[in-house]
């Protein structure tokens, strides 16, 4: 048996301990990441560009060339970075409010016009860097900032199924999956597959990832991870939705 | 046939179209003729006709375009095909339609009801060599293969008050060339009145010289 | 493939807009992004007509917000990448257009102003230049040049490449709907024929070598951890700028020695300006021209010096008083009067031009 190595070869050692809160999702998304870039030996080509939101922590996060841009606009930058240069391997990361939000516009284009870029997503059910207010993949009944006595879908909708909108839209070749940070060798090989899609020059590739705000849900750890397997897990399934060549496929989703 | 006049003018994008159109209505309406200038430029109607729709009616050309008071937002909002226009060949008389730019320019006749049918429509093709488009008789050869349907072309070869006799003559050469591998005829060589004097009743290559007054620049352009 | 777009200089008769895609492309530029706007569509058309016929592409987005942020993403992976809009658009696109700014992101604009804020009213309008030059929610560390000649429209779009690449600024070509429409000659060139030397473009991202290993990663932010930070950054950025405005700030001006009168007019409308200047001063009136060529930066010396020779200097635009505000502040102190013709959104003749320098001249037509 090979022992996974503390890091993944393409962290930066020098930027670590990272900037996230303790617990915070988004270090272990990154590991799956950086993971997913080490087993494919991809780090010569590859561009990371990453969001407004607490996603921006993640500019020094990689030995990578990283791009950080405005909230919601990580999409189109690395869309113009691939479409000038189709060879780089061109990863946008955010989160939900920047992707199902204020940049729902560049996810769902980007979709649509099958842009040969991989967009992974963090969904932690609400904008976290802005002190916890409502997401649109806030749960129903779910409190936060902005919705003080708990969400009222009749109001604001009910938790955006971001894989469901893009699998429904997106053309042969693309890959849509969703995995979870309770999950991390499933979600690790997720990505995996996402960026092989790109690099073999099928399509748009989605990733979203169940992800963790236990500053802003002020949860301890089992609070967490509670959180997480029950109250998400009913709202969002976890699995592969689209992979290129199931054509436009039912939903395959994890037991 | 009859000895009813029915032009078309298509063209690239600022080759003429409006201003050749413009002319051979006056010219027609001229000889007593009874005349109906058609405005079929869907893409900006707002610089061509419009402006000009008062002088051209003492003129005795009647026009269809759209007159700013029953548009809104023309400027922009310009495809926008007013319902005689596409009527306009069941008139009695001559018709000149002015026909937009674009990939799809030529193709705007199809919204015209029976242009398909009419034994008289002449589509003519303006071309200007100083455009860098149509600068060569390859260029015109390609540009004029991408319209639907074209019966003849009009050298309009000119660099506005830059414009030559030989500037002319030259163009005159490349689109009587283009004209032979497609095909068709020169209609004619247009040309502001002051050059027609000095070159006379045929260009270089044989082809007619149609006076042109420079109507357009009162449209603005 | 075709190689050079201009193979030896040569007249031409065209629109605006047409001028400035061959421009692009005479100064290599790589590839656009855009989203269809009135009255910048032409550009687009031109450039999607030319662009694979020497290997260049083309993307229409979604949105201006997004022709902004994939051209930022374009210069970053080294390509010479531009933009094209107006109005509306030019709003969405200073967003973008701020990052590069922050970012020193090497992003050339195409601005063809748009009366407004309407629809429709697409052809006269000098309204876009408060949003052009000041437009983000920073210091407006940009470059502005206003043409008023196609001409200008192919040199400066050829030249805004190359103070982009140079300086590491967003770079505007300011426009109006009249220049992107409008017909006129001009020769086309290419260039380094003309010994312009074309800056190289140099990738941010996707560089040579494995970051960590051959070099450290490029690694690009535009977040700061405290304000003393950002106040660092910006004020480097601040002194960069103002190192460079002495080579950037360009303006053209006649007859300023012993004219009473200044009249000051940019872009289209400056050729109204110059036309009513050259007929009064056959007439023996005492007028003089100044045109500020970059709007931003302005020749800030040049005007304060103008407003120390002329006693009263008349401000002329399709737009309200957005270039007076610019040119009022640099000339600050002078004792000059300032006077002024405003027509929002509208065209200006030479003959309004004349009747205004009379009526302050108070020299009225006999």
């Avoid at chain 3, 020749?299 to 008083?321: C, D, M, N, R, T």
């Avoid at chain 3, 929002?344 to 108070?362: D, F």
Wanted: contains cysteine.
């Amino acid at each position: 048996m090979q022992l996974q190595p503390a890091m993944p070869r393409s962290w930066r050692v020098d930027t670590k301990p990272h900037k996230f809160c303790p617990g915070c999702g988004h270090g272990l998304i990154l590991k799956c990441l950086g993971q997913a870039v080490d087993e494919l030996g991809i780090e010569d080509r590859v561009v990371y560009g990453c969001d407004i939101g607490c996603s921006l922590l993640s500019w020094d996060f990689f030995n990578l060339d990283t791009v950080q841009t405005h909230h919601g606009r990580t999409t189109p930058v690395m869309t113009g970075i691939k479409r000038a240069r189709p060879e780089l391997i061109c990863i946008a990361y955010m989160g939900d409010g920047g992707g199902y939000s204020i940049g729902v516009q560049h996810l769902v284009s980007s979709v649509h016009r099958n842009e040969k870029i991989t967009v992974v997503l963090a969904n932690n059910t609400q904008y976290a860097m802005t002190g916890g207010q409502m997401a649109p993949t806030t749960l129903p009944g779910q409190k936060t900032e902005t919705t003080p006595y708990g969400r009222d879908p009749e109001v604001t909708g009910f938790p955006f199924q971001g894989p469901e909108m893009v699998s429904a839209i997106a053309r042969e070749g693309a890959y849509v999956a969703r995995g979870s940070i309770s999950n991390m060798r499933q979600l690790t090989g997720y990505l995996k597959k996402a960026l092989v899609n790109q690099i073999e020059g099928n399509g748009f590739s989605f990733v979203e990832a169940l992800s963790a705000c236990p500053t802003n849900w002020r949860t301890n750890a089992s609070e967490t991870w509670s959180f997480i397997d029950k109250e998400m897990h009913g709202h969002f399934k976890t699995g592969e939705f689209k992979t290129p060549g199931s054509g436009q496929g039912e939903v395959r989703a994890d037991e | 046939m009859t000895d009813r006049v029915v032009e078309a003018y298509v063209g690239e994008y600022a080759a003429g179209k409006s201003e050749n159109a413009l002319n051979r209505a006056i010219g027609l309406a001229g000889q007593d003729r009874m005349v109906t200038l058609v405005d079929l430029d869907l893409v900006e109607p707002f610089y061509t006709l419009r402006p000009l729709q008062k002088a051209l009616s003492r003129l005795g050309v009647e026009v269809i375009a759209w007159k700013t008071e029953e548009t809104l937002g023309l400027g922009e909002a310009g495809t926008v095909i007013k319902p005689a226009a596409r009527w306009a060949l069941r008139r009695a008389g001559d018709i000149i339609l002015d026909i937009g730019y674009g990939v799809e320019g030529a193709r705007t006749l199809n919204l015209v009801e029976g242009s398909t049918a009419d034994q008289d429509l002449m589509v003519i093709a303006v071309i200007n060599c100083s455009r860098p488009w149509t600068s060569t008789v390859e260029d015109i050869v390609l540009d004029v293969q991408q319209m639907a349907r074209v019966n003849g072309l009009i050298n309009n070869t000119h660099m506005a008050e830059e414009t030559t006799v030989d500037l002319v003559q030259e163009g005159a050469r490349t689109v009587s060339n283009a004209a032979k591998i497609l095909g068709l005829p020169v209609v004619a060589t247009a040309v502001c009145d002051g050059i027609a004097k000095k070159i006379g009743h045929a260009d270089c290559m044989g082809n007619p010289v149609r006076p042109l007054q420079r109507m357009m620049q009162k449209a603005f352009w | 493939m075709l190689q050079k777009v201009i193979q030896e200089e040569k007249r031409a008769f065209m629109t605006g807009n047409e001028v400035v895609a061959w421009a692009a492309l005479a100064a290599r530029a790589e590839i656009m992004f855009g989203y269809p706007i009135t009255p910048q569509n032409e550009i687009m058309h031109y450039w999607t007509r030319l662009a694979p016929k020497y290997g260049k592409s083309f993307l229409q987005t979604e949105d201006e917000l997004s022709a902004g942020f994939a051209a930022a993403g374009g210069v970053m992976s080294g390509r010479k990448a531009f933009t094209a809009t107006a109005g509306t658009g030019n709003i969405l696109m200073q967003e973008p257009l701020s990052m590069a700014e922050m970012m020193r992101l090497p992003v050339v604009a195409v601005i063809q102003q748009r009366g407004g804020p309407s629809t429709a009213t697409v052809i006269y309008s000098q309204q876009e230049v408060n949003l052009t030059t000041m437009g983000g929610n920073g210091e407006g560390l940009r470059i502005v040049y206003s043409t008023a000649t196609h001409q200008e429209l192919y040199d400066y779009t050829i030249k805004a490449f190359n103070t982009a690449w140079k300086y590491r600024f967003p770079t505007f070509v300011l426009g109006d709907g009249y220049q992107a429409k409008m017909r006129e000659p001009l020769t086309l060139y290419d260039p380094e024929a003309r010994g312009i030397q074309l800056v190289e473009q140099e990738p941010f991202v996707g560089q040579k070598g494995s970051p960590g290993k051959d070099r450290p990663p490029a690694q690009y932010r535009n977040t700061y951890n405290l304000e003393e930070e950002l106040f660092e950054k910006l004020m480097s950025d601040v002194r960069d700028y103002e190192k460079i405005i002495p080579e950037l700030a360009e303006f053209q001006s006649s007859g300023v020695e012993g004219a009473e009168l200044a009249i000051v007019g940019h872009g289209v409308v400056f050729r109204a300006v110059r036309e009513a200047v050259n007929v009064l001063r056959e007439q023996g009136i005492k007028v003089c021209y100044f045109r500020p060529v970059t709007l931003r930066p302005l020749p800030v010396p040049q005007l304060k010096s103008l407003a120390g020779e002329v006693k009263k200097i008349l401000i002329v635009e399709s737009a309200y008083g957005q270039l007076a505000r610019l040119v009022t502040e640099a000339v600050y102190g002078a004792n000059a009067e300032i006077h002024t013709l405003f027509k929002p959104g509208v065209g200006i003749t030479s003959g309004e031009v004349e009747a205004r320098a009379r009526e302050i001249l108070q020299k009225p037509l006999h």
